[in-house]
Each structure stands twice: as structure tokens, then as C-alpha cells.
């Protein structure tokens, strides 16, 4: 029973600090293991090098892409320090004269550009190999050798152990905001629900994961699952939704004609609450690896279109708020289709793992909010 939840996604993304901190622990203890078994020279910068490379970053693309630039920056590094080091220069300052040329080459190539890390890498790994001017090549090449030994120890050990994939962090956040946007919005429309629900904190909560995504499209991307452009589709609709929706929660009438007017409008609660519900059903095929078959429906407008757009008040002002209202909900539900109409087109979203993983776990159950909804109705 304890190894199926082991391989089981969300169990990973639950306790993904705990099981980060038992990675790199672990990772360390091999690293220590196999400098003292061998006992490495210089082998502090291995140990430096397992802990650099696995750092913040809890998944498996964040680990790839920061030991891929960690390795190259390495190996490019340490060979032009070898490189300086054997050439047979007639001046004795031509090797930091070089080193220097060699790391300003590098800064330039690398600035305001993703790679900055493998800039980083070639300047550290010139530094060591070239080291206080003695020129040892042993001394060079052993601390090369650490600083790969550690990158390849804190790889091994993110990908073979519980590993973490950013995609699926990207899939159990998103599928959090989708239940929080579902929340917020049946809140707006059903007056008993709203005071259980704090919505200030949970625009912020939703609002933080979004910042949270942007930075996981670099990993997802060397995870060879996503691509930018879909990842960027995704986030950019999330964030409109989120902004729609908060416009709502800000909807302050001035007049009571303009409040009454929305009231009368038969039908459109029922329209609204099967938002909510079909925003939770969307969640809940996302973070269980389901097909995307949300069918989202849309507002008739038609039907309400004498109620807003010929409200006046008592004194026979022209209403704009009823019209603007009804844009707003139907703006929201034209978002909600548009995302899963993208989530529907994305092959690789559905999951075996997660459904596999569900299915043990017993969620077959929609989420409590949505049933919430249905007795609102």
C-alpha cells in the first residue's frame, strides 16, 4: 500500500518539501560516501557542487536544465583553463591575461539570457583549474572531476528518487486555481455561500500561483511535455479569468434600479451557478489526469437583452450597469471554453499515472463546492 503512493503524483507534490530535503540529503550522503570510499582529492567541491545543483528546485526540469548549464559551464571552463595551462606561453601573465578574456567572452554570450548559469559555471571552473598561478594540471584536473562528480550525484538522485516533474506541479496548481476561481465565483452569485468565503485571500492565493507557473515553464519545457507557446496560452487565460472574475467580486451598484433590473433577469443565477459548477468539473479532469471533456455553456444574452439594455432609473436615465454585468459573466464563460478548448487540444495533458493514481485513492467525487452549488440551485 505504501509503494503505490510513493509513485503517485499528487502524493509527490503534497509533500514535495519534505521529500526535497530527504533528496538532498541523500544526495549528499552518496556524494560523501564515494569521496571518502575513493578518497578524492580536493572533494569539498563535490559536496559544494550536489547541494548548488539541486539547490531550490524540488522538480525534475529545474535539476536538468540547471545541471545541463552547470555541466557545460564546467566542462567549457575547465577546458580552457587546461587549455592555458598547457599551452607553452612565453610570458608568464598571458594565463590570467587569458583567463580574464575567457570570462569576459563568456559574460557577454550568457547576459539577460537563460544560460546566465552556464556563464556563472565557466568563470568558477576557469578560476579553480588556473587556481593561485602554480599551474598544476593534477590540481586542475582533479577539481574538475569534483564539480562534475557532485552535478551528476544531485541528476541522478532528483530523477531516480520520488522524483518531482514540473509538469505535474504545473497541472496540480492550475487545477488549485480552477477550484479557487469556481469558489470565488459561486461566492458572487449566491448570497448564502459568500460569507464562508474569504475571497481577498483567495484572489491572493490564486494570484501567487500564477507568478508560480511563469516560473516553471523553462522546466516543463526540458521536460520535453509542454511547449512555451501552450504553457504561455494556459497562464494568459488563467489571468484573465482571475481579472474577470475579480471584477465581479468589485461590481458595486449605485442605483437600486440597476440591482433589481439583474435580479429580474430570469434564469441567469442558473446560468451563472452551472459556470461555477462546470469551472470545478474542469478542475477535477485536470488533476486527475482525465480527457478534457468540460462542456462549457454559454450565456444567452438574447434573453436579457430588454432588461439591460433599456434600464432606466425612476427619473428616466439611461442604466449601464446591467449591460456591463451580463458582458462580464459572458466574458468569463467565453474564457473558461477557450481554456478548455486549449487543454482539450493538448495530447499529453491526460495522465494513466493520475488516473491510475485516483482510482486508487477512491476520488471519484467531484469536489464538495460544486454539490454546494447544486443545493444553492
Known amino acids: 500500500m505504501i509503494l503505490p503512493r510513493l509513485r503517485d503524483p499528487h502524493f509527490n507534490y503534497r509533500h514535495r518539501r519534505k521529500l526535497h530535503v530527504l533528496r538532498v540529503l541523500l544526495a549528499l550522503t552518496i556524494t560523501y560516501a564515494v569521496i571518502n570510499v575513493f578518497t578524492i582529492p580536493h572533494s569539498s567541491w563535490a559536496l559544494v557542487s550536489t547541494v548548488m545543483v539541486m539547490g531550490n528546485l524540488p522538480h525534475i526540469g529545474g535539476v536538468l536544465d540547471k545541471g545541463r548549464q552547470r555541466l557545460l559551464g564546467t566542462l567549457l571552463g575547465a577546458g580552457w583553463g587546461l587549455t592555458l595551462i598547457l599551452l607553452p606561453l612565453p610570458v608568464h601573465q598571458l594565463v590570467p591575461a587569458g583567463a580574464l578574456a575567457g570570462i569576459g567572452v563568456a559574460t557577454w554570450i550568457t547576459f539577460g539570457k537563460r544560460h546566465g548559469y552556464s556563464g556563472l559555471m565557466f568563470a568558477i571552473s576557469l578560476l579553480l583549474v588556473i587556481g593561485d598561478g602554480s599551474h598544476d594540471l593534477g590540481l586542475g584536473l582533479w577539481r574538475s572531476f569534483d564539480v562534475l562528480l557532485g552535478t551528476l550525484v544531485g541528476i541522478a538522485v532528483t530523477v531516480l528518487v520520488l522524483p518531482q ?55 516543463i519545457h526540458r ?68 480527457p478534457i471533456e468540460v462542456r462549457v455553456s454559454q450565456f444567452d444574452l438574447q434573453r436579457h437583452a430588454e432588461l439591460a439594455c433599456n434600464a432606466r432609473t425612476d427619473n428616466g436615465r439611461a442604466l449601464f450597469s446591467p449591460s456591463g454585468y451580463l458582458w462580464l459573466n459572458r466574458e468569463l464563460a467565453r474564457l473558461t471554453d477557450a481554456l478548455v478548448e486549449r487543454l482539450g487540444s493538448l495530447t499529453r495533458l491526460p495522465s494513466r499515472r493520475l488516473r491510475s493514481a485516483s482510482h486508487r485513492a477512491g476520488a471519484t467525487e467531484r469536489p464538495a463546492q460544486l454539490e454546494k452549488g447544486k443545493r444553492d440551485d
Open 223 to 290: 521536460e520535453r511535455r509542454l511547449r512555451r507557446d501552450e504553457l504561455d496560452d494556459i497562464i494568459s487565460l488563467q489571468r484573465r479569468m482571475l481579472s474577470t472574475v475579480e471584477l465581479l467580486l468589485e461590481t458595486h451598484w449605485t442605483t437600486r434600479a440597476g440591482h433589481d433590473r439583474i435580479d429580474a433577469m430570469s434564469g441567469l443565477r442558473d446560468e451563472q451557478h452551472r459556470l461555477a459548477r462546470d469551472l470545478g468539473s474542469l478542475a477535477f479532469q485536470v488533476r486527475t489526469g482525465q
Open 165 to 219: 516533474k514540473a509538469t505535474d506541479m504545473m497541472r496540480f496548481m492550475l487545477a488549485e486555481n480552477l477550484d479557487r476561481l469556481a469558489r470565488l465565483y459561486h461566492a458572487h452569485t449566491s448570497a448564502t455561500s459568500s460569507a464562508d468565503v474569504d475571497t481577498r485571500a483567495l484572489l491572493k492565493a490564486t494570484s501567487a500561483l500564477l507568478v508560480k507557473q511563469r516560473g516553471l515553464v523553462d522546466a
